[in-house]
């Protein structure tokens, strides 16, 4: 699945969050679109995806105050990447400033 440019009209619950990092990898992105640090990472997101990964999941979540999906997460920065491999935090990345790190982290969810 190629890179999601779109915000989640509607945050996941933490339950489906876990049931499809169960059925693949999946790579969560809490940040909001006015955030001029999320802004700056979406390059770097877009170059790290250029390899390809069609089985991995992009799910962008606009985070806030009281977001319970932020929360479960224990996110405090944005953005934050939370690269999840059969239910389990793999790695994460708060405010990344490297696309190698960014691509290394995809690597390690969805190696193909």
């Known amino acids: ?13 933490r339950e489906a969050v876990d049931t499809l990092s169960q059925e ?16 700056s990472a979406q390059t770097l997101l877009e170059q790290a995806f250029e390899g390809g990964h069609p089985n991995l999941r992009h799910i962008k979540v606009e985070d806030g105050k009281g977001q319970a ?9 944005w953005p934050t990447l939370i690269f999840l491999r059969d239910g389990q ?9 490297e696309g190698g790190d960014i691509r290394r982290a995809l690597s390690r969810i969805d190696p193909a």
């Open 89 to 97: 935090e793999v790695e994460r990345l708060v405010r990344p400033t």
């Open 69 to 77: 999906l932020g929360r479960s997460f224990k996110v405090k920065l």
């Open 24 to 39: 693949g990898p999946v790579l969560l992105e809490f940040g909001a679109p006015w955030c001029p640090h999320c802004i």
């Open 1 to 13: 699945m190629p890179m999601n440019p779109h915000y989640a009209l509607t945050e996941p619950l």
